[in-house]
């Protein structure tokens, strides 16, 4: 006797690691939603890469390699420098650039493509983001570097294709110069010139990739000679503050929209922005034991400022980051002048007064 499974209305998942698995359980119970193909193409970097280019998108020429021995091969192809990274991956996790040959037996010699990635947060275990880049059974990526000068970032709120709603904005500074750097992530003023580009090319690419009903987080880059490229995209919303930036900038309960997507639904998005932009100033602290830093309440009485979350405690040692993924907290902010935002959140971080006792070793 078969066993009597409970009704299911949607399968849905905002977690880049349970993507495909959700799309094969959608197949099971002949549900609607992201393909199995579709969810591949999102989260495999090589699938999503070859999928833009056959296109005719901007993206980054790669191979696929196993082993770093093949890196010098490729490079001779595509130029140095190139970029490795993994397959599946999130936070600029095992990525990084390798100038000429030399430096390429300096970073197998310092055992760089052996290294499983250490995650503090303990959510990060159950695909593959964590694998040395010899450890990934399908290989690595190896790049076409590009000199990158600006990144920005563009959420698409898509039902059945059609985007209802674009959330484009930009990094302060290129994710893979401020590893282990708190960012500033802003949402752009839609009428913003940058923004109309960026939010162009990422509805290009969520469509070469599978129009779906969901939320498509994609990455652009500027080059400095060549232009925009796509650099990456997810089947969900965009990591750190960039899904709450979005539903505070257009005022909207972001859980019941995306529940609403989920269960095929149209969510209520009229897309009119709250403000002229919104930033989330990402909090860094240095390792080792917190003494003191600033009551909310005291940033949260600065100008401009919406909501200071802080998750820094006096004589507890500081949260561990991962990649990109800060966890000291961030705030919530509105910037008087996009020209002079660096210098407002470089206020705003010391006004937090973060001192920090450096462990001491054994």
Known sequence: MEPCLPQVDAIATIDEQAIVAAAHLRRLRALPGLTVEAATAYTDKAAMKTALAATGLPVARHRVVH???????????????????????????????????????ELVDVGAFDVRITDPTGRLSAGHV??????????????????????????????????????????????????????????????????????????????ALGAHTGVVHCEILRDRTKGLFVGEAGARPGGGSIAELASVMYAFDLPATLAALALDEVPDLDGTPRFP??????????????????????????????????????????????????????????????????????????????????????
């Open 130 to 207: 964590l694998d040395s880049l010899h450890g990934a059974r399908d290989g690595f990526l190896v790049e076409q570097f590009l000199d990158v000068e600006a990144e920005f970032f563009c959420d698409l709120y898509v039902h059945r294709g059609t985007v209802l709603l674009a959330v484009p904005g930009r990094y302060d500074a290129p994710l893979l110069q401020s590893v282990g750097d708190a960012s500033v992530d802003t949402v752009l003023p839609p009428g913003h010139t940058d923004a109309q580009d960026v939010a162009d090319l990422a509805r290009k690419a969520a469509a």
């Open 277 to 362: 932009a919104l930033t989330a100033v990402m909090i860094p602290a240095p390792a080792g034991t917190v003494t003191h830093v600033a009551d909310p309440d005291v940033i949260e009485a600065l100008p401009g400022v919406l909501h200071a979350d802080i998750r820094l405690t006096v004589g507890q040692p500081t949260p561990v980051g991962v990649g990109t993924v800060t966890r000291a907290g961030r705030i919530l902010y509105v910037p008087d002048d996009l020209d002079t935002l660096d210098q407002e959140a470089a206020e705003l971080r010391e006004a937090l007064e973060i001192r920090v006792e450096p462990f001491t070793a054994a």
């Open 67 to 105: 082993l770093a021995d093949e890196v010098a091969t490729v490079a001779g192809e595509l130029g140095w420098p190139v970029l490795v990274k993994p397959r599946a991956g999130l936070a600029t996790l095992n990525t990084f650039v390798v100038r000429d040959r030399d430096h390429l037996k």
